[in-house]
C-alpha cells in the first residue's frame, strides 16, 4: 500500500469505529488523517518491537480529541490489536476518548486539555539535547488550539533553547468546535507570528501524505532555529457530507451515512 | 537558624555528585529558589523559562520523559495556581517523574499579600492522584525529604519554608521522612502542626505545660504518605486534638485529620487553626498574619485553654 491507499484505510477504521461507539471527534480524526499516515508510515523512526528506544523519535498528539484518528493509525501501524477499536470509548478500554500512555501502547503523554503538547515537547526536545540523543520530536497541535497562550510561552521556550529538533504541525482547517477559527478568534498573519517567535514555518498541503512526508523527512536539526509546519487541511476530509461542516466536531455518521462515508472513501 | 531553601539546594548538589541524572528548571527568579551555588556547579543542569509557569511544567514533564529527573524550583503561590492543569494532566495524570518544590509557601511573603501567599497548595495537591506530598519541620527534614524524592520515582509536592528554622532534634535521632516528629508527651490534648508551623506548636507545649497543661504534640512533615498509628492512638486517648498549618482551613492538615477521626469513628473534637472559611490573609508582616490566626505561640497556648475549657 502506499500512503494514499494507507490514509483511505485508516480513514474506514475511523468511520467504523466512531459508528460503533457512537461518539467521537469524526471531523478532527478525518482531518488529521493524511498527517498521521506521513508520520507512521514514512517519517517516524518508531516500530511497534522498539517501542522502548531512548532513541525513538517522539510524537505528542497535543490534539488530544483527534485521538480516533491516532487509534486507527496506531491499529493500522501494528501498535495496537485492531480488535481494540471495537472497544473506543467503552468502560475500562484500552482506546478510551482521550489519549493514556498508560493505556494504549504508542501513546507517549496524556493530552486532551488543549495547550499542553507544545510545553512538553519543547521538555522531550531539550532532552535530546542536553543528552546527546538524536531523536526528533513532533507536536501535533490544533489550529483553534493556538489561542492557548501556553503554546506561545513554549514558542519563545523552542526558540530561546534552538530547539531545532523540534517540529510542530499545525491541523490548519480554519474550524473549531463552535464555528471558523477567524470568526471565533483570528488566527492570522500564522506564518509570520510563528516565523517571529523565531521557528522556520513551511506550509504545506495536509491532505496529502506523500507531500507531508517528503516535507517533515527533510527538517533535520542543524539550523538552531525550531520547525513550525502550517498542514492545510479540510476538516472531515474524504468524505463530502462531513467535509468543513462545524457540526461534525462531535457528530458521527449513522444509519445510512456509514455505508455512504465508506463508498466515498473507497471511490477516492 | 537556617533556611531549608539552602537544604533544598545542597541536596540537589549531592544528587548529582552521587550519580543521579538531575535537571532543575526555574521560571526567572533563580533568588526564590537560592538556586545560584547549585547553578555555578552544574550550569548545563539548570533551565530557566522565564517567567512562564505552564511552559515551566510542561517542559519539566517533556524533560523527565526524555530521562532526567526533573525538580521544578519556584514560588509555591505560581506553581499551584498559575500551572494548576499541567501539574494535574502534565506531571500527576501522565505519570512523569517531575519533583515539584513549593517555596516560600502560606504567608511566607507576608507584606505582598494575597497574590502571594499560598494557602491552597496542600488542598490542591492532595485532591490530585498520584502525587507525593511532604511538608518538612526544619532546613535537617528538608534536606531528607529532597533526597528521598530524587531517589523515588514519580510525582512529588515539597513544601519548603524561606523563614529561618532551628532543626528540631527527634527524640530517637532518627530522621523520617513519612512519620510524625513527637515535640512533647502528654495526655491533655493533641497538637499537630504541618510544616514549620510545628516550631510554634512545640513552643506552644512547652509554654502549656509549664501551666500544668500536658500536650501531646506532633511536627506533621508529610501528608501523603503519613505514617498515622501514633497519631490517630493519641487523638483516641486525648479526646481533643487542634491542627495548626499556614494554610486554608479547607483541604490541609485539619481536613485531613477530621477525615481520620470521621473514618475511624474516633470519639474526639477537632479545632482546626489555619486560615478560616472565606478569608484571604492580609497584606502583612508574616508575624502579624501569624498572631492574627493564632497561628503563633502566643496564639496556639490561647486557644488551647479555650479549647480544654470549652464545654461541648
Redesign the interface.
Known amino acids: 500500500m502506499n500512503l494514499q491507499e494507507k490514509a483511505v484505510s485508516i480513514r474506514k477504521r475511523i468511520i467504523t469505529m466512531n459508528s460503533k461507539a457512537g461518539a467521537g471527534h469524526t471531523g478532527a480524526d478525518l482531518s488529521e488523517t493524511d498527517i498521521l499516515t506521513a508520520l507512521y508510515f514514512n517519517v517516524l523512526n518508531i516500530t511497534p518491537d522498539r517501542w522502548n528506544d531512548?532513541e525513538r523519535d517522539?510524537f505528542i498528539l497535543s490534539k488530544g480529541h483527534g485521538v480516533g484518528g491516532y487509534y486507527c493509525t496506531l491499529a493500522e501501524a501494528g501498535f495496537i490489536d485492531e480488535s481494540l477499536l471495537e472497544t473506543y470509548l467503552q468502560a475500562n478500554s484500552f482506546c478510551p476518548g482521550h489519549p493514556v500512555?498508560?493505556k494504549t501502547k504508542g501513546v507517549?503523554?496524556?493530552?486532551?486539555?488543549l495547550?499542553?503538547g507544545?510545553?512538553?515537547?519543547?521538555?522531550?526536545?531539550?532532552?535530546?539535547k542536553?543528552?546527546g540523543?538524536t531523536y526528533r520530536t513532533f507536536c501535533l497541535c490544533g489550529d483553534g488550539e493556538l489561542q492557548e497562550?501556553?503554546n506561545w510561552?513554549?514558542a519563545?521556550?523552542a526558540s530561546?533553547?534552538r530547539l531545532d529538533n523540534l517540529i510542530l504541525i499545525i491541523d490548519r482547517n480554519k474550524l473549531q468546535l463552535a464555528d471558523r477559527t477567524e470568526k471565533i478568534m483570528n488566527l492570522e498573519p500564522l506564518d509570520d507570528k510563528l516565523t517571529a517567535f523565531g521557528f522556520q514555518t513551511y506550509e504545506a498541503d495536509g491532505n496529502d501524505p506523500e507531500a507531508m512526508a517528503a516535507l517533515l523527512n527533510g527538517l533535520k536539526p542543524g539550523g538552531e532555529r525550531p520547525y513550525a509546519v502550517i498542514a492545510k487541511t479540510t476538516k472531515g476530509k474524504g468524505v463530502s457530507f462531513i467535509e468543513d461542516n462545524p457540526v461534525w466536531h462531535h457528530r458521527v455518521p449513522k444509519g445510512d451515512e456509514i455505508m455512504k462515508a465508506i463508498e466515498e472513501l473507497e471511490q477516492r | 537558624m537556617k533556611d531549608s531553601r539552602d537544604a533544598m539546594i545542597a541536596s540537589f548538589i549531592s544528587a548529582v555528585e552521587n550519580g543521579v541524572?538531575l535537571?532543575v528548571v526555574v521560571s526567572d527568579s533563580t533568588s526564590t529558589s537560592k538556586i545560584q551555588p547549585f547553578a555555578e556547579r552544574f550550569p548545563?543542569r539548570i533551565?530557566n523559562?522565564?517567567i512562564?509557569e505552564?511552559?515551566l511544567?510542561?517542559?519539566?514533564?517533556?524533560?523527565?520523559?526524555?530521562?532526567?529527573v526533573v525538580a521544578t524550583a519556584n514560588a509555591s503561590p505560581f506553581l499551584v495556581n498559575r500551572s494548576a492543569?499541567?501539574v494535574r494532566?502534565?506531571v500527576a495524570?501522565?505519570?512523569t517523574n517531575v519533583k515539584m518544590m513549593g517555596l516560600n509557601p502560606g504567608f511566607a511573603y507576608g507584606s505582598l499579600g494575597p497574590t502571594h501567599h499560598s494557602l491552597e497548595d496542600i488542598s490542591m495537591m492532595r485532591s490530585l492522584g498520584g502525587v507525593k506530598i511532604y511538608t518538612p519541620i526544619d532546613p535537617e527534614g528538608t534536606a531528607e525529604a529532597v533526597t528521598h524524592v530524587l531517589k523515588s520515582e514519580g510525582p512529588a509536592y515539597i513544601r519548603i519554608d524561606s523563614g529561618l528554622f532551628q532543626n528540631i532534634r527527634r527524640p530517637d535521632g532518627v530522621l523520617r521522612v513519612t512519620a510524625p516528629v513527637r515535640l512533647s508527651e502528654g495526655n491533655d490534648v493533641t497538637i499537630l502542626g504541618m510544616g514549620t508551623s510545628s516550631h510554634a506548636v512545640k513552643e506552644a507545649a512547652e509554654i502549656l505545660s509549664r501551666a500544668g497543661v500536658h500536650a501531646d504534640a506532633w511536627g506533621i512533615p508529610s501528608i501523603r504518605p503519613l505514617r498515622n498509628e501514633e497519631l490517630l492512638e493519641s487523638i483516641g486517648n486525648t479526646g481533643k486534638v487542634m491542627s495548626v498549618e499556614a494554610h486554608s482551613v479547607h483541604g490541609g492538615l485539619g481536613s485531613l485529620v477530621s477525615e481520620w477521626i470521621a473514618d475511624k469513628g474516633i470519639r474526639a473534637r477537632l479545632v482546626r487553626l489555619g486560615v478560616p472559611e472565606g478569608l484571604f490573609a492580609p497584606a502583612s508582616p508574616r508575624p502579624a498574619i501569624e498572631a492574627a490566626f493564632n497561628l503563633d505561640t502566643d496564639g496556639i497556648v490561647k486557644k488551647v485553654h479555650e479549647f480544654l475549657g470549652a464545654s461541648y
Open positions: 531512548p517522539r500512555r498508560q507517549e503523554v496524556n493530552t486532551g486539555g495547550g499542553h507544545l510545553p512538553i515537547a519543547c521538555g522531550l526536545a531539550l532532552a535530546a542536553k543528552s540523543r497562550g501556553s510561552e513554549a519563545m521556550a530561546q533553547f | 541524572e535537571m548545563e533551565v523559562v522565564g512562564a505552564q511552559n511544567v510542561g517542559m519539566a514533564a517533556g524533560l523527565a520523559l526524555g530521562g532526567y492543569e499541567q494532566n502534565d495524570y501522565t505519570d
